[in-house]
């Protein structure tokens, strides 16, 4: 079983489209995260959600909006892809340090690597 | 915002040498983890290291920590080539909610 899982894995579309990538786990955190991983490698998060309510929103365009429709599930809508943002993304999910007495240790997807062209 | 900074950039080494990774950061944290991440994958939770301890071991993994310093190093003993890919650390921040913020990673090479 897949604890986190995100799909598609690739995803190529045209400057100006709409497209939408899926999370879900099953490892019954609360918390989820995306995050944009660019061509050098670097990490940034876009979205943070705990029991499907909005935690953080990282300066990420208007453009991007999370979804959450159970604490199971983000969901990532991209609308008018632009060029810039072509990169990998990755879903995750944590537990809160309440319940785990402070290991808050995330759990990736395998990412999906979005190609704007 | 980014937190971790991971020095070196980069590293390469050969088989049975060991490996040193630093991470700096710059507010207050819960905990500080490290993370690989080989080519194409997803990130894997490799150890985590709280607050309030000073150094943990995992395996072939040492991690410490300073927090007054505000920095964490992860050493690797004799390495494989297996080892072979890039490592992040990831802070934790004191602010209520669990939220992980990654450094721009060392990208470690291991040559048989």
């Known amino acids: 079983d897949t604890a986190v899982s995100q799909t598609p894995k690739y995803l190529v579309t045209q400057m100006g489209n709409d497209k939408s990538i899926k999370c879900e786990q099953n490892l019954g955190h609360d918390t989820m995260y995306w995050y944009k991983q660019d061509s050098k490698k670097f990490l940034k998060i876009m979205f943070s959600?705990?029991?499907?309510?909005?935690?953080i929103n990282e300066t990420v365009p208007n453009r991007f909006s999370p979804k959450s429709p159970d604490k199971a599930h983000l969901n990532l809508h991209i609308n008018s892809l632009e060029l810039g943002d072509s990169a990998v993304y990755f879903c995750?999910?944590?537990?809160?340090?309440?319940?785990?007495?402070?290991?808050?240790?995330?759990?990736f997807g395998q990412g999906t690597r979005l190609t704007v062209v | 915002s980014q937190q971790g900074e991971e020095d070196p950039q980069a590293l390469s080494i050969q088989e049975g040498e060991n490996a040193t990774m630093n991470c700096s950061y710059k507010t207050s944290i819960n905990n500080l983890q490290w993370y690989r991440q080989n080519s194409g994958r997803g990130l894997v939770h490799l150890i985590l290291i709280r607050s309030n301890e000073r150094e943990k071991h995992s395996g072939r993994l040492r991690v410490t920590l300073d927090t007054s310093k505000k920095s964490s190093s992860l050493l690797i003993t004799a390495s494989r080539a297996a080892d072979t890919a890039s490592y992040f650390c990831?802070?934790?921040?004191?602010?209520?909610?669990?939220?992980?913020?990654f450094g721009k990673g060392t990208m470690l090479l291991v040559s048989p």
């Open positions: 990831a802070t934790d921040a004191d602010s209520g909610y669990s939220t992980l913020t």
């Open positions: 959600y705990n029991n499907k309510e909005l935690i």
């Open positions: 995750a999910s944590s537990q809160d340090s309440v319940v785990t007495g402070g290991n808050t240790e995330a759990f």
